[in-house]
């Protein structure tokens, strides 16, 4: 049976994991807060093919998401299952990146096949090195404090990478560019992507995998599909993914619209979404600390209907409230910080639960599925943005009408909050807590003595 570790890691080992996750953020947030307003107001395709592209592409991605975990729980190296991906897969997504964010001289239907194929292309690799990193956290420890603690580190890297990138990127666009918008947004994806390869290659030298799979487990990919279909808490945790990603996401993606359009001060956006990341660091960083004291499921309900109530009352917010507008999303970033922590740590938790119960582990196919669900979510939000958009008739670059103004609006408040609001009755329905998970590592430790 798999080892479980209950000895603390090292703190060089600790940083050297979580430190990887600003490397994937150099992506993840380019694409979040970015790439649709890169595809309409730089690429040069209207909103509506671009929204759609997005989400066709994200579906397609979603479904390779538990084949790389099918393939990454059947790899066998001297290094491990899952932290050799993190130095084949670096270069190839750093090309991708680039390619994705370069405008080619194309017509409107050339340009369009280009954004689909450079934008899957980029979305397959990163999935082909984040799945295997997202496994590895289940495999260094079998502690479930442990796994809060590297989990609610990585976080606290994510968003201090979250922050740098949406702090930074206008100005290197700006920079590298001299004027020229396409080249600076292809120069720029190049130096994230060169940054995150060497922070990858950081976290595979000094991480190490210690718990494995029994000798003699034979199950097959359907296999272990089934054994999550009947793994009740991780089904929980697959949902409020998807809605807690949509909630983000509706969020993210407009807040650019949000400052150009509505507010009429589109510089603040390098100011107002790293406060978001700064506040949601803070609150990673004290997810340990929250789980010693709170159950993560009470503490994830908690935390969902305070960000319900914040994203509510933005609606609320007048265009020239901005000290307000940079309270709530402080407060929310706070809020939410602790999510992907407690989500992430709780993931491992399901994969210890499948074995306990059906004898069988499949760490990277538990991680992949869940990812699955967040790409499904993000896909849903920019379907929704694009459909919004569309029939409130906006038009890049020029004056919105008072139904686009509106529009914008809600996708900033009531709309994620009636998300939030989901993600919390979703809640109800998960049954692994403190009790059990002790009960379920005392069991499977005696069946490795046995």
Known sequence: MAIVLTSPLSWREKFSYGIADMGFNFYWTNIATFLLFFYTDVFGISAAAAASMLFLIKIVNAFTDPLIGALADRT?????????????????????????YTTPNLGHDGKLAWAYGSYLLMM???????????????????????????????????????????????????????????????????????????????????????????????????????????????????????????SITLRTSTAAYYFKYYVGRPALLASFVPAYMVAAAAGASLTPLMTRFVDKKLLLMILMSVTAILSGAFFFVDKEQVALMYALQIALGFVLGPKSPLAFSMYADTADYNEWRTGRRATAMTFAA???????????????????????????????????????????????????????????????????????????????GA
């Not at 139904?403 to 809640?427: D, R, Y």
Request: aromatic share 12%.
């Open 370 to 448: 869940a990812t699955f669900s967040q790409k499904l979510g993000t896909a849903l939000a920019v379907a929704v943005i694009g459909a919004l958009f569309t029939t409130l008739g906006y038009v890049p670059n020029a004056a919105q009408s008072s139904g686009s103004q509106a529009g914008i609006v809600w996708l900033m408040s009531l709309i994620p909050a009636f998300f939030a609001l989901l993600a919390v009755g979703v809640m109800f329905f998960y049954n692994l807590d403190k009790q059990l998970l002790v009960r379920i590592q005392s069991e499977l430790a005696a069946r490795k």
């Open 76 to 100: 066998k190296t001297r290094y491990g299952k899952f932290r050799p991906y993190l130095v084949w897969m670096a270069v190839p997504l750093a090309a991708a990146a680039v390619l994705t």
């Open 124 to 246: 397959v690799c990163y999935t082909g090195t984040n799945i295997p990193y997202n496994a590895l956290s289940g495999v260094m420890s079998g502690d479930p404090q442990e796994r809060s603690t590297i989990n609610g580190l990585r976080f606290i890297f994510a968003f201090a990478g979250s922050t740098l990138v949406t702090a930074a990127t206008p100005c290197m666009v700006r920079l590298l560019g001299a004027g020229d918008d396409k080249h600076g947004w292809q120069l720029t994806m190049l130096a994230w992507g060169m940054a995150a390869t060497a922070l990858f290659v950081l976290t595979f030298v000094n991480t190490r995998e210690r718990i494995a799979p029994p000798a003699t487990q034979q199950s097959k990919v359907a296999q272990d599909i089934r054994d999550l279909a009947q793994n009740r808490p991780w089904i929980v945790l697959f949902f409020l993914a998807l809605i807690i990603m949509i």
